[in-house]
């Protein structure tokens, strides 16, 4: 039997914006992706067998499903389908990162799943045919793979990597939930289905961001999330911890992926550990983050 550890970092999005709806049921998104020092630890171990079998085991969250929905289960799975190749796979991963909150948390544990796997298997398929299988099990699964910064769009997975910032953050995750479906349903009707009738401040903020990191530099004033809109009328502690952010001296803060949790950007680590600590003290589960 052999084995893999593998550090599944969480990301936040520094810029998201909804451009289009395509016929396909998906979204056509520009956002810029950053992975940061929360993480998941992913274990996997691989024995011969003549037939496959995939179990999981969580560590740290109960609330988990450790099925074949998980997307590490999945993403093991499809490994091994799509090489024809057969195992017994035990995969064990504890929980650090909250869940169903915009922090990719399923899709970097199936990212670290597949390089794992890769690993395990001698490194068998090339980083493009990993790309390409990762994006089968969810649109922030190819970005995962590799993490750091990167430019994203089409659903996610026409990458460009970009300026890495080192950057001191607080990540908040409000008790409250929306699905990504749901909040993107929301988008499409405060966006009259992405039509054009209704303006957009993204596109403009777009350009800003893009701009400042070809000059390898962040522009605090672009960092924006049009989910926003959607998701703070749904989950008003969220917009709270936002404000709170800014209060606490955050330079931006803003939500990440679908929310609903939010970050604060702070100007040092001092700074950020600081804030969380007070977040935490008001009852918020609140984690310093820093680049990764
Ligand atoms: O790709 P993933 O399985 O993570 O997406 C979950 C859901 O989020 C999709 O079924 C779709 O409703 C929505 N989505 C979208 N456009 C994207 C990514 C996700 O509409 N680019």
Redesign the pocket.
Known sequence: MRAVKERANAKINLFLD?RA??PD?????NTVMHSVSLYDEVTVCVAPSANTSVSLRVVGNDRLVTDNKNLAVIAAKLYLERTAKTAAVSIKLVKNIPISAGLAG??TDAAATLRAMNKLFDGYLSDRALRAMA?D?????PYCLFGRTAVCE???EIITPTYHPTLYTVIAAPNEYV???A???ELDRIYSDFDRSVGRRGEQLYDKMLSALAEKRIDFSAVYNIFEDAVFPLCPRSAEIKAEMYRLGAVSAAMSG?GPSVYGIFESENAARIAADRLKNEGVSAYYAASV
């Open positions: 909804v709806k395509r049921g998906y979204h056509d998104i399923g899709s994006l099990i969810g649109s922030d699964v089409g659903r996610g699905s990504t479906p909040a993107y349903s679908s």
